[in-house]
């Protein structure tokens, strides 16, 4: 509860955001997500990002990949 909680949103947010936003024919890998996180100054590992990722039922990057 507490903090965790409002870090865990966030991170959700910003991770949800970049994917949003990326390019499609080059997705964003997990370690791509992990130094965005940090830029905006959250520090998650490449395993957590993967966890929210699919919490959020985002599809990995391989599979985001649009050949249009």
């Not at 909680?5 to 959700?12: E, H, L, S, T």
């Not at 990326?22 to 997500?33: M, N, W």
């Not at 992990?34 to 990722?53: C, D, F, H, Q």
């Amino acid at each position: 509860g507490g903090l965790g909680d409002v870090y865990k949103r966030q991170a959700k947010e910003h991770l949800v955001q970049f994917i949003r936003n990326e390019d499609k024919r080059k997705p964003l890998s997990d370690q791509k997500v992990v130094e965005l996180m940090k830029s905006v100054g959250i520090n998650l590992s490449r395993r957590t990002v993967a966890k929210y990722r699919e919490e959020l039922g985002i599809l990995g990057s391989s599979k985001r990949k649009r050949f249009d």
